[in-house]
Structures are given as C-alpha cells and as structure tokens.
C-alpha cells in the first residue's frame, strides 16, 4: 500500500463531518466521513507499511479545523478534500508552518495555529504536541530543526 493507493480508494466516498473520529470499520463501511477519519487512518495503515507519517491539525480563521497526514518519504500530504483528484498527494515541505500554509490555501482561508498530534484508535483522543503560532517568527517554530534534518535523510 502506498500513499497515492491509499488515497485513490477513497475516490467514492463522501464528506460526512462527524464530532468524533469515527472507529476505522464504520468510515470504511460507511464510505463517509470528514478529514480526522481520513488522516487518522492514513497515519495508521501508512506507519504500519514503513512510511513516516506526522498528523497535522490546522486551525482556520473563522471556520474550522483540518487534519493532513504528512508523508516524509513523499515529502508531501494526503487531504481528504483532495481524494478524488489525479494528484492526490499534496507536495510540501515538513514543516508544520508550511503545511498550514498550503492547506489553508487550499481553502482560500487564513490560518491562525497548527499542531502536530497523535491518535490511537484504542484510547479515542488526539495528543496535541509541538504547535506554531502563525504570527509568532517562523524561526520559532518548534519543529523547525528536527523535521529539516529528519527529511533531509
């Protein structure tokens, strides 16, 4: 399984937004579900098969959140809004800063904060970790280091 074969099988499915993360067998069943499903699951078969995989969570002005599964070795993100398009994997650099940019972007939307996060299905909760601030000097930026030299392998 590789990241773009991840993304295409999700072609069909629908946009269903859901206050939970929903358990792995319902998204699938259902074929519906919002971004945390899909990032959520992405990171989790993703790891599995030896990729490096970073959970982002963009929070947008206005608006709402939105989770990206980075993918290092493809130096790029999958999105759940963009599954059903030929490029599905969004190419971006590693830093959370970047990310943000770029999925906000996709949006037409600013940005005000991101986070790394992990998630395990057992537990049902998200653990926020490093997080930039957009109006804070990017040479702040938590990750800034470590996921240069983490890409640069």
């Known amino acids: ?21 929903q358990d792995p067998d319902v998204f ?19 790891k599995r098969k030896g990729y490096g995989t970073r959970l982002i969570h ?25 599954r ?10 590693p830093g959370i800063r970047e990310i943000a940019s770029q999925a906000a972007d996709s949006f037409k939307a600013n940005w005000t904060s991101a986070s790394e996060f992990t998630y395990e299905y057992s537990e049902d909760r998200k653990h926020f970790g490093a997080t930039v601030v957009k109006t804070d000097p990017p040479e702040q930026d938590p990750d800034l280091g470590r996921v240069y030299s983490a890409a640069s392998r």
């Open 58 to 82: 963009v929070r947008l002005v206005g608006r709402f959140a939105h989770a990206v599964c980075y993918v290092t070795q493809e130096r790029a993100y999958l999105d759940y809004n963009d």
């Open 1 to 21: 399984m590789t990241p773009k074969r991840f993304a295409n099988y999700f072609e069909s499915f629908d946009f269903e937004a859901h206050a939970e993360v």
């Open 28 to 46: 699938l069943r259902g074929r519906a579900g919002d971004c945390d499903d899909y990032a959520i699951l992405a990171d989790y078969v993703l």
């Open 84 to 93: 059903i398009f030929y490029r599905n994997l969004e190419r971006c650099g």
